[in-house]
Every structure is written in structure tokens, then in C-alpha cells.
């Protein structure tokens, strides 16, 4: 598998999740300054409404990367530039049909969230221009999708990353001007025109250059469209599903616990997004082996990553569950704690979703797209419907309490049996794993209460941002070492790396006689 395709599409995963946790913790403190709390409030709510247009993507871009990468493997090319074209046909509908369906949304907002819009400032221009903002970056994710299938990962990561800074600079300049929520509005459009044009012009180039052209076919447009049947009902389900405890809870919370809930959830929804990302950045290149037949690297790569992926989960949790009051607190200032229940909530769903997001990944990109999608659609199904009577009896805990449900019914438990049953999933893997995950888990859990109970005691009260520095550097220091010591394979195989980069090259050096050891300078003078 290629190397350094592989790093590019880190660069982008990693990258593009990276500045949105810097975007948003330089401009979250400031949206708290600069926009009214209510306001505030309501746009978060209003904000995951409009977000159902983009519902209307049955997923045409992880379809696009996932064939076009395949098809590569195969070296059929012919079939390359008719899926292209029709991807930039379903495109064109996917951005008309999301715009009326965000205006359709517009103006069915007070209704739906029980509050009149009108009354915060500025709040419905900058709804309408989210609508359009929302549009087309549904245009760019399929842009992006045809990107990393043709391999031009590279591109895609420096379109990623500048339109993100691009974001933050727009964001910054009419927040200190004081345009409040509308900041955040125009910011999103001018990332949404800058990301599809970067990512257009870098398509044409890299077309034109393997001398392959975008074929419009109307009868392999249908075809197309027809992969979508499942996908889309499964996008449709899914997404209302998980933006709709905010909704939810509008109706039942005043707009301030939305923003609290907010706050809170967000370190978690970031850290999340940034881990997952891992596992979306091995999806081209399995596909692309899937359709070289090359089983043998698709179970070794899965393996490899798996154990990687699985520690920064189990590591995160911890610094999550032992920092979480401090890190709040240092970031947005006092009082914004949503208290340990909420916290122990959160971070059960952060490990459960990520380990079923990785296996329920690996399936989609070998091909099971079917069988993921009506998954996610009785999953979201179920999860909807429980959300409502959860949020309404027990608020923010309900909610966090049925979503911990389905993510270990479906997501932990089901993609991990599912990818075992394709035939992917070695059963010594998971049982390696579960052997490391009973002694480092404990473990870990031991040593970060040791680590908090000391410097509760050394370290003054209201010094939250020094203690979440250090208590995670320690942490961080002791997690490698258990697993250095835990885990025999990771130990060897760093011990391998060190090897190669340290020690063979000074062998080939000597071998080659650019370097003489004085043993052999002696052998070589001698006359025998």
C-alpha cells in the first residue's frame, strides 16, 4: 500500500479536525463575549436544524472516494470518468434540493423549537445565509470524495486546512466588528465558495493529467443513483437521529442549559471527530485493495491501525474523565461544569461510538454499504424515537443514557461481529486485544486517580489550567510506559522501527565499505 498516500490522507483526516479544535476553542469564548447567551442558545439549537439539509446527501461522497478508489485497484478507468460525471450531476440536485428544503426548515423554526426567532438579533440573516453556506459544502464533500478516490489526497488536505484558517480569519474580523451570530454565518459561506473551488480546479488538474474526462451518461447516472436507495433513507434517519437531542431538549430546557450542554459536550464531540478521523483515512486505501483482491494487507493493515486506534480511545477516556471539570473550567471560566454524571455519560459514549465507528468504517470502505446503511437506519430509528421520551422525563441525562444504549448495541457490539463475519476481523485480534484491554484499563484507571488525588493536594484549587497540564503530562508519561510494558508486539515492532532507522543504515554503510570497522581494517591488511 502506498506510504505516502497514506500520510496525506492522515494529514487531511487529522488536519481538518485539528483546526476545527482550534477554531473552536479560540472562538467559542469569544462567541460567549461577543453574542448574546440566549441568542447563543438558540442558534446552537436552530443551528442543528438547518443541519438537516443535509440529510439530503444520501452520502454521495463516501460512495464516490469508496468506487472510484476500487475501480483504480482495477485498473478499469474507463468507468472512472462515468462516475465522476454522475457524481457531479447528483451534486447539482443534492445543492438545489438542500436549499428548499433549508428554507422549508426556516420557517418552520419557531414551530418546531416552541420560541420566536424574530426576537434575537440578526439570528434569521444569518440563518439564511447558513442555508446557502450548508449547500454547498454539501457540494464540496462529494468533491472531496472524487478527490481521495482518484488519490489526490494531498490536495484535498491543503484545501481542507487553508479553508479552515480561512474560517477562523472571517470569523475573527466580524466578531471585533460586531456582527454577532451573523460572524459566524458569513465565515461558513466564504469556507464553503473557497473549499469547492480549491477542490474543482485540483480535480480538473489531476484529469488532465492522467488524460481522463468527466463523462455525463444518463443511463449510468441511473445506475448511480440506484447505489443510494439504502444510503439515503440511512443518512436521512441517522442524522435526525443524532441532532435531535438538542431539539429535543428546546423544548424541555431554557436556551441557557443548551448552551451549558453545549459547552460541555463539545471537548468530547471534537476529541471524537479527531479520533474517528483515523479510521475514515484508511478507507481509499482498503478500497483500493479491495478491488486488487489483496485480502492478506487489508487484515494486516486492520490489525495494525486497530491497536493504535484502540489506545488513543482508551488514553483519551482517561484524560477526559480525570481533567474534565478543569478543562471546562480553565476554558470557558467558572460555573460553565456540567457536573460528573453528565461527564462519565459523555466519555462512555466517546469510547463505545469510536470502536463501533472504526469497524462500522472498515465495512463501508471493503464494500458493505447496504448492510451499513439499514443498520444505521434501525438505529436511528430507535434512537429518535427514545430520544423524545428520555429528553422529556430526564433531560440531558436521558438523552446521554439512550444514546449509550444504541452504541453499544449497534455500533460496539454489531460492525465488530459484522466485520468479524465478512471474513476481516481475526478472531486472535480481538482476542489479543481483550486480554491487553483487562490488565491496561484498570491500570490506567488506578494511576490517573493517584495522579489527581496528588495534585488536588499540592496544587491550589483555582489553579485548573496547571493542573490539567500537568496531570496529563503525567498521565500521558505513564500510559506509555504500561503499554510498553503490556504489550510484547507494540514493543518489538518500535524496537523494529528504531532498527531500521538507527542501525541499518549503518550496516549498509559498512557492508558497502563506506565506513571500516577497525576489525575489518585489520582482516583487510593482512596477508591471509
Known amino acids: 500500500m502506498d506510504k505516502k498516500l497514506l500520510r496525506w490522507n492522515f494529514v487531511f483526516q487529522y488536519g481538518w479536525v485539528l483546526t476545527n479544535i482550534l477554531n473552536a476553542l479560540i472562538l467559542l469564548p469569544l462567541y460567549l463575549k461577543n453574542i448574546d447567551v440566549n441568542t447563543l442558545g438558540i442558534w446552537l439549537a436552530t443551528g442543528n436544524i438547518l443541519a438537516w439539509m443535509t440529510l439530503v446527501d444520501p452520502g454521495i461522497g463516501e460512495v464516490l472516494q469508496q468506487k472510484i478508489a476500487e475501480l483504480r485497484g482495477r485498473k478499469e478507468y474507463s468507468e472512472i470518468g462515468k462516475q465522476i460525471g454522475?457524481?457531479?450531476?447528483a451534486s447539482a440536485i443534492i445543492l438545489l434540493i438542500a436549499v428548499i428544503f433549508g428554507f422549508i426548515f426556516y420557517f418552520l423554526l419557531g414551530w418546531i423549537i416552541n420560541k420566536d426567532v424574530s426576537q434575537y438579533p440578526?439570528?434569521?440573516k444569518a440563518l439564511v445565509i447558513s442555508i446557502i453556506a450548508t449547500g454547498m459544502s454539501l457540494v464540496s464533500f462529494s468533491m472531496s470524495g472524487i478527490n481521495q478516490g482518484m488519490h489526490n489526497s494531498a490536495q484535498v488536505a491543503m484545501a481542507a486546512l487553508s479553508a479552515n484558517f480561512l474560517f477562523l480569519m472571517v470569523n475573527l474580523i466580524f466578531l471585533f466588528l460586531g456582527f454577532g451570530v451573523m460572524s459566524i454565518a458569513f465565515a461558513n459561506l466564504c469556507r464553503a465558495i473557497y473549499i469547492n473551488i480549491y477542490n474543482i480546479t485540483s480535480l480538473l488538474r489531476v484529469l488532465k493529467k492522467q488524460s481522463l474526462e468527466i463523462i455525463f451518461e444518463v443511463r449510468h447516472f441511473k445506475k448511480f443513483i440506484r447505489i443510494f436507495s439504502f444510503t439515503s433513507a440511512s443518512k436521512i434517519i441517522t442524522g435526525l437521529s443524532n441532532s435531535i437531542d438538542m431539539i429535543v431538549l428546546a423544548r424541555f430546557i431554557p436556551p441557557v442549559m443548551i448552551t451549558l450542554f453545549e459547552i460541555n459536550k463539545r471537548p468530547v464531540n471534537i476529541t471524537q471527530s479527531l479520533i474517528g478521523r483515523h479510521s475514515v483515512a484508511l478507507m481509499p486505501l482498503i478500497s483500493h485493495a479491495k478491488g486488487m483482491q489483496d485480502k492478506k494487507s487489508i487484515i494486516s493493515l486492520i490489525n495494525r491501525q486497530f491497536k493504535f486506534y484502540a489506545y488513543a480511545a482508551i488514553f483519551t477516556a482517561f484524560i477526559f474523565i480525570f481533567n474534565y471539570n478543569?478543562?471546562?473550567?480553565a476554558w470557558t471560566g467558572p460555573s460553565q461544569y456540567a457536573g460528573n454524571t453528565i461527564m462519565f455519560l459523555l466519555v462512555a459514549n466517546f469510547f463505545f461510538g469510536l470502536i463501533g465507528y472504526f469497524m462500522s468504517n472498515m465495512g463501508y470502505a471493503l464494500g458493505d454499504i447496504k448492510r451499513n446503511s439499514l443498520v444505521y437506519i434501525i438505529r436511528g430509528f430507535c434512537l429518535g424515537t427514545l430520544m423524545y421520551f428520555a429528553a422529556r422525563r430526564?433531560?440531558?441525562?436521558?438523552?446521554?443514557?439512550?444514546?449509550?444504549?444504541?452504541?453499544?448495541?449497534?455500533?460496539?457490539?454489531?460492525?465488530?461481529f459484522r466485520l468479524y463475519k465478512i471474513g476481516y476481523l481475526q478472531p486472535s485480534l480481538i482476542r489479543s486485544t481483550l486480554k491487553l484491554w483487562v490488565v491496561i484499563i484498570p491500570l490506567s484507571a488506578l494511576g490517573g486517580w493517584c495522579f489527581e488525588k496528588l495534585l488536588n493536594g499540592l496544587l491550589p484549587t483555582t489553579m485548573y489550567f496547571g493542573k490539567l497540564m500537568i496531570n496529563s503530562g503525567l498521565f500521558f508519561i505513564f500510559f506509555i510506559v504500561l503499554i510498553l510494558i503490556v504489550d510484547s508486539d507494540l514493543r518489538n515492532s518500535l524496537k523494529d522501527t528504531r532498527d531500521r532507522i538507527f542501525v541499518h543504515p549503518f550496516y549498509k554503510k559498512v557492508t558497502t565499505g563506506f565506513v571500516k570497522l577497525p576489525e575489518e581494517a585489520d582482516q583487510l591488511s593482512s596477508p591471509g
Open 86 to 89: 454522475s457524481g457531479f450531476m
Open 122 to 124: 440578526q439570528l434569521s
Open 326 to 329: 478543569n478543562l471546562i473550567t
Open 394 to 416: 430526564f433531560g440531558i441525562v436521558g438523552t446521554l443514557s439512550v444514546s449509550l444504549f444504541m452504541s453499544l448495541v449497534t455500533d460496539f457490539c454489531y460492525f465488530t
